[in-house]
């Protein structure tokens, strides 16, 4: 009831602006993360489930790792773990549950041998992919709390690691034998954003490309081998988002003005390492064990006649009706 959560401002949380805003901001950051995880699972989760597992999430999973990595007293805070805008905190956390979703509910009906299906309209990717830019720059420049010099970082790194990584990405798929596509365009400069997100306020432009190089490659290669296993993550969250806060989070102890690998200092750089490994087992056992006491509550998977009819009719009652051309 937001008690206690008012227009004055905290010492520790929001010492520059109103703590409800700040509290507004962060929840912001709460709801995105299980947003993120759908993508893995796409098709066949009944909706009923997934909410539940919402709230199992968010309490069990998304809290604890935000108050260890963004709480003054949270412990990966004291060790020196950074991390700008939520490249732990939000996507390594969902890339590893997006990751135990998907080898929980098992793979589609329709994936089989069709495990490359073609996206259902481009230019509505490419709009979202716009949208989604746009609005990361509230995220990250705004995590400074402030219109200060550490948002104008924040903002300058977000945009040269985005366009970094969506140029590395569709040169690398021609250099591949693949196609320059506007999909795969698209898809890198959303692994540049996520890789990006932890290191935004702490890193230069210079280090801020290398980090969205470096990401879209790692990512494009996890990507190609998620492709080859059976493993159906419809829409590569683990891949792109959670490899992608994986590659962000160890650039973020390499490149850390002043305190980084880069600057000759190992300190920073270790305890990334370790809170890596802590975060990583967290997040995907955390999940796979809250994955099978939703599936006690509640059926997670649909039934097979509704994963053929379609979600959106049979979990919501919404249809979409082509209209044809009459002669």
Same mark, same amino acid.
């Given at each position: 009831?937001? %008690?206690? *959560?008012?227009?004055?401002?905290?010492?520790?949380?929001?010492? $520059?602006?109103?703590?409800?805003?700040? #509290?507004?901001?962060?929840?912001?950051?709460?709801?995105?993360?299980?947003?993120?995880?759908? =993508?893995?699972?796409?098709?066949?989760?009944?909706? @009923?489930? /997934?909410?539940?597992?919402?709230?199992?999430?968010?309490?069990?999973? /998304?809290?604890?790792?935000?108050?260890?990595?963004?709480?003054?007293?949270?412990?990966?805070?004291?060790?020196?773990?950074?991390?700008?805008?939520?490249?732990?905190?939000?996507?390594?956390?969902? =890339?590893?549950?997006?990751?135990?979703?998907?080898?929980?509910?098992?793979?589609?009906?329709?994936?089989?041998? %069709?495990?490359?299906?073609?996206?259902?309209?481009?230019? /509505? *990717?490419?709009?979202?992919?716009?949208?989604?830019?746009?609005?990361?720059?509230?995220? @990250? #420049?705004?995590?400074?709390?402030?219109? %200060?010099?550490?948002?104008?970082?924040? &903002?300058?790194?977000?945009?040269?690691?985005?366009?970094?990584?969506?140029?590395?990405?569709?040169?690398?798929?021609?250099?591949?034998?693949?196609?320059?596509?506007?999909?795969?365009?698209?898809?890198?400069?959303?692994?540049?954003?996520? $890789?990006?997100?932890?290191? #935004?306020?702490?890193?230069?432009?210079?280090?801020?490309?290398?980090?969205?190089?470096?990401?879209?490659?790692?990512?494009?290669?996890?990507?190609?081998?998620? %492709?080859?296993? @059976?493993?159906?993550?419809?829409?590569?969250?683990?891949?792109?988002? =959670?490899?992608?806060?994986?590659?962000?989070?160890?650039?973020?102890?390499? &490149?850390?003005?002043?305190? =980084?690998?880069?600057?000759?200092?190992?300190?920073?750089?270790?305890?990334?390492?370790?809170?890596?490994?802590?975060?990583?087992?967290?997040?995907?056992?955390?999940?796979?064990?809250?994955?099978?006491?939703?599936?006690?509550?509640?059926?997670?998977?649909?039934?097979?006649?509704?994963?053929?009819?379609?979600?959106?009719?049979?979990?919501?009652?919404?249809?979409?009706?082509?209209?044809?051309?009459?002669?």
């Amino acid at each position: 009831m937001f %008690n206690h *959560v008012d227009l004055n401002t905290h010492p520790d949380l929001s010492p $520059a602006i109103p703590f409800l805003l700040f #509290a507004l901001f962060q929840l912001k950051f709460a709801i995105i993360t299980p947003a993120l995880i759908t =993508g893995s699972f796409a098709e066949r989760v009944k909706f @009923n489930a /997934y909410m539940l597992f919402i709230c199992l999430f968010s309490i069990f999973i /998304y809290s604890p790792i935000a108050h260890w990595t963004w709480h003054p007293e949270g412990f990966l805070r004291q060790w020196g773990v950074l991390d700008f805008a939520g490249g732990t905190v939000v996507h390594m956390s969902a =890339g590893y549950a997006a990751l135990a979703g998907a080898l929980i509910l098992g793979q589609r009906q329709s994936f089989g041998d %069709n495990k490359h299906q073609e996206p259902a309209n481009i230019p /509505y *990717v490419i709009l979202g992919t716009g949208m989604l830019w746009f609005g990361w720059f509230g995220f @990250n #420049a705004g995590s400074s709390l402030g219109a %200060n010099p550490t948002a104008v970082t924040a &903002f300058a790194t977000t945009m040269v690691a985005s366009a970094a990584a969506m140029l590395s990405w569709i040169f690398f798929d021609a250099i591949r034998g693949k196609k320059v596509s506007a999909m795969g365009a698209c898809i890198g400069s959303v692994v540049g954003l996520v $890789a990006i997100t932890p290191a #935004a306020g702490y890193v230069t432009i210079p280090h801020a490309l290398f980090i969205g190089f470096i990401s879209a490659i790692v990512s494009n290669l996890a990507v190609r081998a998620k %492709n080859k296993s @059976n493993l159906d993550d419809t829409l590569d969250v683990f891949p792109c988002h =959670g490899v992608g806060g994986i590659c962000g989070m160890i650039l973020t102890g390499v &490149f850390a003005k002043d305190v =980084g690998l880069f600057y000759g200092h190992t300190t920073t750089f270790l305890y990334h390492l370790l809170a890596l490994v802590i975060v990583s087992v967290y997040s995907f056992g955390g999940s796979y064990i809250l994955y099978k006491v939703t599936e006690l509550i509640v059926p997670l998977r649909v039934s097979a006649e509704d994963e053929l009819e379609g979600l959106d009719f049979t979990q919501h009652g919404e249809t979409y009706k082509k209209k044809t051309a009459q002669a």
